[in-house]
């Protein structure tokens, strides 16, 4: 039923003949089979197809975490749509930019947002709107309910595309990284040999699913293995100690691994049945290696991915997990450090790019900024420093376009410093990544004023509507002038330098 549509019927193999395993374990405790899940896929298959959606078509999603939204994304696979996937913290404002720019035909929102966004989906084109609930209501799953399942998937190609995922640009506007179904499941089949995933495996799912982490990496790599989730809505330190005693994997973001580190429960009897803890989206710091080692007997497995390539990189399953490292290639991808067209030898630090066939197919409707960033010989250049050992571990040193992350997120300063520059008072600004042990990363803007007066809590209320709270910086200071170069430009590091124990005090 699946055999023309290449994702959904390599995500659905390995669950074939095997349709009361369990695939979903929920918090209620009660559970998903495979053969279930499937069959609620299909359903939104045919809802999406009632919809309008035929090959190509976006769908777009902006909703709170459920079992459901999953079933959605697989559903959209089958009816040959591509999945737009949106963070539950963005605005209308910055709602109204994706819409406008993919033009999709469906869009999903959640019942409480739907009047704040109906006029933005209206405004945008969007031919549909519906709406979907975290406990599983909403005009959308109500409509699936009313389908039959069996519906025979969509013919869709290797390289046609299945996703959309919008990265934040160093001039302020997201781009659209262009996923096609070869990409996605090039990466889940590597990960699930190389991570050693297998029917029995159990991960806890506690990531959110609107971005590559937690839908493409653990979804998928899941499905891939026929393996099942222990789905979490949201962190919970305490769930997750709880979930330990049956589950075999855990996949995070550096803030889990802190956080979980102060509990009094976590040790190595509560942690004797997993088999691996993954750590990625954000650096990992030495000290938190260290803590978690000596607290639970595990080396924590690091690695390196972004929105345009899924995963690059992971230290090994077996043997030595370096701590400040991002391992070694995945198979199948191949990585170098670059001087602009000359490759640096070992130990030397340059630009990482990154080829093979988990790279995106470029940028929606960008192809100027697609042949910037990825060559003629498809190596994407990834805009972050690092170096490769003589052992062939990869490090990353630094982000060459001044990349935040936070939380797992990523932040790009422009976007914040346009509005900040905007406001009443403010002569221009700096917007910077400081050390924060709970987030990796805390931003903070650096602004020069004219003289009015301008508090910090004035600038925060400012833009408190405008941006998802992880974009928000969380200090504010002032200066008479920004730090520059010879040649006018911000000096950021200088900024960075100063304020580096912002968060430490």
Same mark, same amino acid.
């Given at each position: 039923?699946?055999?023309?549509?290449?994702?959904?019927?390599?995500?659905?193999?390995?669950?074939?003949?095997?349709?009361?395993?369990?695939?979903?374990?929920?918090?209620?405790?009660?559970?998903?089979?495979?053969?279930?899940?499937?069959?609620?896929?299909?359903?939104?298959?045919?809802?999406?197809?009632?919809?309008?959606?035929?090959?190509?078509?976006?769908?777009?999603?902006?909703?709170?975490?459920?079992?459901?939204?999953?079933?959605?994304?697989?559903?959209?696979?089958?009816?040959?749509?591509?999945?737009?996937?949106?963070?539950?913290?963005?605005?209308?404002?910055? $709602?109204?930019?994706?819409?406008?720019?993919? +033009?999709?035909?469906? !869009? /999903?929102?959640?019942?409480?947002?739907?009047? @704040?966004? %109906?006029?933005?989906?209206?405004?945008?084109?969007?031919?549909?709107?519906?709406?979907?609930?975290?406990?599983?209501?909403?005009?959308?799953?109500?409509?699936?309910?009313?389908?039959?399942?069996?519906?025979?998937?969509?013919?869709?190609?290797?390289?046609?595309?299945?996703?959309?995922?919008?990265?934040?640009?160093?001039?302020?506007?997201?781009?659209?990284?262009?996923?096609?179904?070869?990409?996605?499941?090039?990466?889940?089949?590597?990960?699930?040999?190389?991570?050693?995933?297998?029917?029995?495996?159990?991960? $806890?799912?506690?990531?959110?699913?609107?971005? +590559?982490?937690?839908? !493409? /990496?653990?979804?998928?790599?899941?499905?891939? @293995?026929? %393996?099942?989730?222990?789905?979490?809505?949201?962190?919970?330190?305490?769930?997750?100690?709880?979930?330990?005693?049956?589950?075999?994997?855990?996949?995070?973001?550096?803030?889990?691994?802190?956080?979980?580190?102060?509990?009094?429960?976590?040790?190595?009897?509560?942690?004797?049945?997993?088999?691996?803890?993954?750590?990625?989206?954000?650096?990992?710091?030495?000290?938190?290696?260290?803590?978690?080692?000596?607290?639970?007997?595990?080396?924590?497995?690091?690695?390196?991915?972004?929105?345009?390539?899924?995963?690059?990189?992971?230290?090994?399953?077996?043997?030595?997990?370096?701590?400040?490292? /991002?391992?070694?290639?995945?198979?199948?991808?191949?990585?170098?450090?670059?001087?602009?067209?000359?490759?640096?030898?070992?130990?030397?630090?340059?630009?990482?790019?990154?080829?093979?066939?988990?790279?995106?197919?470029?940028?929606?409707?960008?192809?100027?900024?697609?042949?910037?960033?990825?060559?003629?010989?498809?190596?994407?250049?990834?805009?972050?420093?690092?170096?490769?050992?003589?052992?062939?571990?990869?490090?990353?040193?630094?982000?060459?376009?001044?990349?935040?992350?936070?939380?797992?997120?990523?932040?790009?300063?422009?976007?914040?410093?346009?509005?900040?520059?905007?406001?009443?008072?403010?002569?221009?600004?700096?917007?910077?990544?400081?050390?924060?042990?709970?987030?990796?990363?805390?931003?903070?803007?650096?602004?020069?004023?004219?003289?009015?007066?301008?508090?910090?809590?004035?600038?925060?209320?400012?833009?408190?509507?405008?941006?998802?709270?992880?974009?928000?910086?969380?200090?504010?200071?002032?200066?008479?002038?920004?730090?520059?170069?010879?040649?006018?430009?911000?000096?950021?590091?200088?900024?960075?330098?100063?304020?580096?124990?912002?968060?430490?005090?």
């Amino acid at each position: 039923m699946y055999e023309n549509n290449f994702l959904a019927q390599n995500l659905r193999a390995s669950s074939l003949g095997r349709d009361d395993a369990i695939f979903v374990k929920k918090e209620d405790g009660k559970t998903l089979s495979y053969g279930e899940f499937f069959k609620g896929a299909e359903t939104y298959a045919a809802a999406l197809a009632k919809l309008g959606v035929k090959a190509g078509d976006r769908v777009a999603v902006q909703v709170e975490k459920s079992i459901e939204v999953l079933q959605l994304y697989v559903g959209t696979i089958i009816a040959g749509g591509v999945f737009l996937p949106l963070n539950t913290a963005y605005t209308p404002t910055e $709602i109204e930019y994706f819409l406008g720019d993919a +033009t999709p035909q469906v !869009f /999903v929102c959640t019942s409480k947002n739907k009047d @704040a966004l %109906s006029k933005v989906a209206e405004k945008c084109g969007v031919a549909a709107l519906e709406t979907m609930d975290q406990d599983g209501s909403g005009s959308l799953p109500e409509r699936a309910r009313t389908q039959m399942a069996g519906f025979r998937a969509v013919e869709r190609a290797k390289d046609d595309l299945a996703a959309i995922l919008y990265t934040s640009g160093t001039t302020g506007r997201s781009k659209g990284a262009m996923l096609s179904h070869g990409n996605l499941w090039s990466n889940a089949a590597a990960l699930k040999e190389y991570w050693h995933f297998t029917q029995e495996d159990m991960l $806890i799912h506690a990531l959110p699913i609107f971005h +590559t982490h937690g839908l !493409f /990496v653990a979804s998928n790599t899941t499905l891939a @293995a026929g %393996s099942s989730l222990n789905f979490m809505n949201k962190f919970d330190v305490d769930a997750i100690i709880e979930a330990m005693a049956d589950a075999t994997v855990l996949m995070g973001v550096p803030t889990f691994y802190v956080r979980l580190l102060t509990h009094e429960k976590l040790n190595k009897e509560t942690t004797k049945n997993m088999r691996l803890f993954v750590s990625g989206s954000a650096p990992l710091l030495e000290e938190t290696h260290m803590q978690w080692r000596e607290k639970t007997g595990h080396a924590i497995l690091e690695r390196y991915g972004m929105t345009e390539t899924n995963m690059n990189t992971s230290n090994p399953y077996d043997g030595e997990r370096r701590a400040g490292t /991002v391992g070694f290639p995945l198979p199948g991808v191949e990585v170098r450090i670059m001087d602009g067209e000359t490759e640096l030898p070992v130990g030397e630090i340059g630009s990482i790019e990154v080829r093979g066939p988990n790279v995106f197919q470029g940028y929606w409707q960008m192809p100027e900024k697609t042949k910037e960033e990825l060559r003629d010989n498809g190596f994407f250049m990834t805009g972050d420093l690092g170096m490769i050992d003589e052992k062939g571990y990869v490090s990353i040193i630094g982000r060459s376009k001044d990349l935040i992350i936070t939380g797992g997120y990523n932040v790009y300063p422009k976007e914040i410093e346009l509005l900040i520059d905007d406001m009443d008072g403010v002569v221009e600004s700096a917007v910077i990544g400081l050390p924060h042990p709970d987030f990796g990363e805390g931003v903070c803007a650096v602004i020069v004023k004219n003289g009015k007066d301008l508090s910090e809590d004035d600038v925060l209320s400012a833009m408190k509507n405008d941006l998802a709270k992880y974009k928000q910086p969380k200090r504010v200071f002032f200066v008479s002038e920004l730090p520059r170069n010879t040649m006018g430009k911000v000096q950021k590091k200088a900024l960075r330098d100063t304020y580096a124990n912002t968060f430490s005090q």
